[in-house]
């Protein structure tokens, strides 16, 4: 098994700044991918970002320019740099990876419980 424990979310006024962290542990023998997403209420879930293999990054047209994401592969950690944050990006964010357990294994999806990030003056 795998847990994932994301950390940083709070209250934050228009134009501030957060940082997110997803720490991975258990079972790992090598991440595939890793990302962020985000679901307001009444809304689906959606892709923040997400960093595939070796370090290609995707990210939401929402959040160009704004976020960035990055992995410390040696701590299986995954950071969400927030900036120029808007009321809009009120959310709950949910770290996400796709863990492969064992050589030539298929990677399986793990999800956190989440972190309430809001946006409001």
């Known amino acids: 098994q795998v847990q994932l424990v994301e950390s940083g979310g709070g209250l934050v006024q228009p134009g501030g700044s957060l940082r997110l962290s997803c720490a991975a542990s258990?079972?790992?023998?090598?991440?595939?991918?890793m990302g962020w997403y985000r679901q307001a209420p009444g809304k689906q879930r959606e892709l923040v970002a997400r960093i595939i293999g070796g370090g290609s990054t995707n990210y939401a047209d929402s959040v160009k320019g704004r976020f960035t994401f990055a992995r410390d592969n040696a701590n299986n950690t995954g950071y969400l740099e927030m900036n120029s944050l808007k009321p809009e990006d009120t959310a709950v964010y949910y770290c996400?990876?796709?863990?492969?357990?064992?050589?030539?294994?298929?990677?399986?999806?793990?999800w956190g419980q989440g972190t309430q990030v809001t946006v409001s003056s």
């Open positions: 996400n990876a796709a863990v492969v357990h064992q050589r030539w294994g298929q990677p399986y999806d793990y």
């Open positions: 258990g079972n790992i023998f090598s991440i595939h991918a």
